[in-house]
């Protein structure tokens, strides 16, 4: 049966954006550590694939390989589908209900109304134009990393979405060693999508692959916010080995179990 083998890309977007690269921002984990992967939480992962073979020489079983991309410095993966849009909505019901009662004050009691309605303007935060070119996220406002809506003129760090994988490519793939490809999840966790190949463990080696991952950046034009994409990549690379299919209870080949 096929083992499920786990990789995880942790980009650090701020300063990958900052620097135009993912040299250096790009932290890389899987959980082959203890079966031979080298570089670890680096942006130098060797993945550790162990294949076997029957004693024809025919492979014994495949190996599956997941990517998952996760962003350093924004909203945990955990929080629920959609949150950025429920905050959203939960700022605009706020501003409204404050608006409200604004408008029912009696004439003469309070503040200077204006100060009050700028800072209504000001608590509703910056809304996201959607972007349907690209694989953005959908319109919602700009979040801080605490989950709270970013006031128009704040100045604070705020949330990035996930980086995105949209091709893996490279010499892995053209000595059809994987075989990616992108499939649809009910794991909200990754919105649904996620890559993932089978490996061929006949053909012990390593080999480079490349993934080209996108990022966002927020842009703004005058009164407008926009995702705009960014695309980088990032290389790693498998290890593949092959060795006998051997008994799980006794170490030796494959037969009958002992018997007292």
């Known amino acids: 049966m096929p083992q499920q083998l786990a990789i995880i890309v942790l980009v650090d977007v701020g300063n990958a954006l900052e620097a135009k690269s993912l040299e250096d921002n790009t932290y890389l984990f899987d959980n082959m550590k203890l079966q031979g992967s080298e570089n670890e939480g680096t942006g130098k992962l060797v993945t550790a694939i162990n294949g076997s ?3 024809d020489g025919s492979q014994a079983s495949e190996q599956v ?3 998952l991309p996760y962003s350093l410095g924004s ?3 955990t929080v629920p589908r959609g949150y950025e849009v429920e905050r959203a909505r939960q700022t605009d019901q706020k501003a409204l209900a404050d608006l409200e ?3 029912n004050r009696p004439a003469g009691q309070g503040a200077d109304p204006s100060a009050d309605l700028a800072q209504i303007q000001r608590s509703v935060g910056t809304r996201v134009k959607s972007n349907r070119r690209n694989r953005g996220p959908a319109a919602a406002k700009i979040l801080d ?5 970013v006031p128009a003129d704040s100045s604070a760090a705020h949330s990035y979405p996930a980086p995105v994988i949209t091709d893996i490519y490279g010499e892995a793939v053209d000595e059809k060693i994987i075989y990616p490809a992108e499939y649809g999840s ?5 919105d649904g999508w996620y890559w993932s190949a089978t490996v061929d463990t006949s053909r012990p080696g390593t080999y480079a692959y490349t993934m080209k991952i996108q990022l966002h950046k927020l842009v703004e034009s005058g009164t407008e916010a926009l995702w705009e994409p960014v695309n980088l990549t990032c290389e790693s690379w498998l290890r593949i080995t092959s060795e006998p299919k051997r008994n799980g209870f006794t170490g030796a080949g494959l037969g009958l179990l002992p018997l007292s």
């Open 53 to 55: 073979y029957w004693s």
């Open 65 to 67: 390989l997941n990517w």
């Open 75 to 77: 909203l945990p993966p």
């Open 101 to 103: 009662a604004l408008v």
């Open 145 to 149: 990393l605490t989950g709270k809506v």
């Open 186 to 190: 009910p794991d909200l966790v990754t």
